[in-house]
């Protein structure tokens, strides 16, 4: 149920929420801006920290990010967009493929195995892979007219905690710093019919051409 996993799996839990906020802090920062000029400054600043956290191998944090500047809201930018240097555009590109679900995030795991095992992997992809290993497995298996338990399906399931448990044995040692730590910590944000209607206040929709 659900409040169980509140108890059991309140980390897994706010990893998931950290992310997800992180994303509409993206937005609603970008947003806020009035002034095209100050919106490009935001999206230079945001794709930057974006590649210093792909450096880091902090792909929870950085597929907040990416889902953030991907929001409907911000994606349809497109004046602000245009207006972005080469350079940051390029960077976002290459950005984006971690984010590319292709072959299973295929670009994602590759860099996860390089990361020497330090590393916040994304809880996403993690628990989709869970998700698919649990219901796409039945948990008994029928033989000779004997019902048993099906051992190759939690043996897969444990394997794949077993890898995920292994980025637990190394920290980033990395010291909060105020006022900068609590502002993370709470974080004011719009969602998403907010953060929709401030966009078409920032890029009203063009009339389409006869």
Known sequence: SKEKLHVLARNVLNFIRRSNYLALFVATNILLQKKIKDRIKLLERFIGIAKYLADMHNYNSLMGIL??????????LKLTW??????????YKILQQYFNPGNSFKFLREKLKTSGGNALPYMGCVLGDLTFMDEGNPNFIDEDS??????????LINRSISEIQQFQKTRYNLIGREPLYTFLQQMPVL???ELFALSLEREPRQPNPM
């Open 67 to 76: 889902v953030g500047l991907g929001q409907a809201s911000i994606d349809r």
């Open 82 to 91: 245009s207006k972005l240097p080469a350079k940051h555009l390029e960077s």
């Open 146 to 155: 004997r019902k048993l338990i099906n051992f190759p399906k939690h043996h």
């Open 191 to 193: 969602h998403d019919r």
